[in-house]
């Protein structure tokens, strides 16, 4: 796969998932903001993603959009960065990875962020089930575990380490001690810790790459 590598942005965002993510395989990238408001629903960014939402990454001809799904494709795409699953680490790459994307995000949404839980009844409706389940469930694989699909850091780690970090910092995920001892691990990734720096100075108005 071939063509310039393109990160649609901003810094108040989950594309702060991305830049790390970018970061991590040490590929070259260029960095559009896209502002909040007209610029991200304007017709020019639409028909990069129809969502309105950021991040977008454009690799030549193609577009991927959600975090999950760029993570996954960069690793793919750029295996000599060694983030991709070897053979033995992939059911739990892509069970966490996407356990993350899917009842993690949406138990926090709905529990935290709109304040609704979902009674007994609805519980068998919706898939995650409880906030509760889904902190205990995530909890008990890192009670024996480093990384998300095992013992050493992959692509998977870029999202769900995100999440988690993220998830203490601001309430929405129970500062549990498997949680605080993962994200401690996490951020000393120093790829994170570029990343952060590049969306920081974007945030307060100076150049990024």
């Given at each position: 796969m071939t063509g310039e590598l393109i990160l649609h942005t901003n810094p108040q965002s989950r594309g702060r998932i991305a830049r790390w993510m970018l970061e991590e395989i040490g590929a070259s990238y260029r960095t559009e903001v896209v502002d909040y408001?007209?610029?991200?629903?304007?017709?020019?960014?639409?028909?990069?993603?129809?969502?309105?939402?950021?991040?977008?990454?454009r690799h030549g001809d193609h577009v991927v959009t959600e975090c999950a799904a760029i993570c996954a494709y960069l690793a793919d795409t750029f295996p000599e960065a060694g983030l991709g699953p070897r053979p033995e680490e992939r059911a739990n790459y892509y069970r966490w990875l996407f356990f993350v994307a899917?009842?993690?995000?949406?138990?926090?949404?709905?529990?935290?962020?709109?304040?609704?839980?979902?009674?007994a009844e609805k519980q068998r409706m919706v898939g995650y089930g409880t906030y509760a389940t889904v902190m205990e469930t995530l909890a008990g694989w890192f009670r024996t575990h480093a990384h998300a699909a095992g013992d050493r850091f992959t692509a998977a780690d870029v999202y769900v380490g995100a999440h988690i970090a993220w998830g203490l910092e601001f309430g929405s995920i129970?500062?549990?001690?498997?949680?605080?001892?993962?994200?401690?691990?996490?951020?000393?990734?120093?790829a994170l810790q570029r990343a952060t720096e590049l969306d920081d100075q974007l945030a307060a108005g100076t150049t990024a790459p």
């Open positions: 408001g007209a610029t991200m629903k304007s017709p020019d960014y639409l028909a990069i993603n129809p969502m309105g939402k950021v991040p977008s990454l899917g009842p993690l995000e949406a138990a926090v949404t709905d529990s935290v962020v709109l304040g609704v839980e979902p009674d129970e500062p549990r001690p498997e949680f605080e001892a993962y994200a401690l691990r996490i951020r000393e990734r120093e």
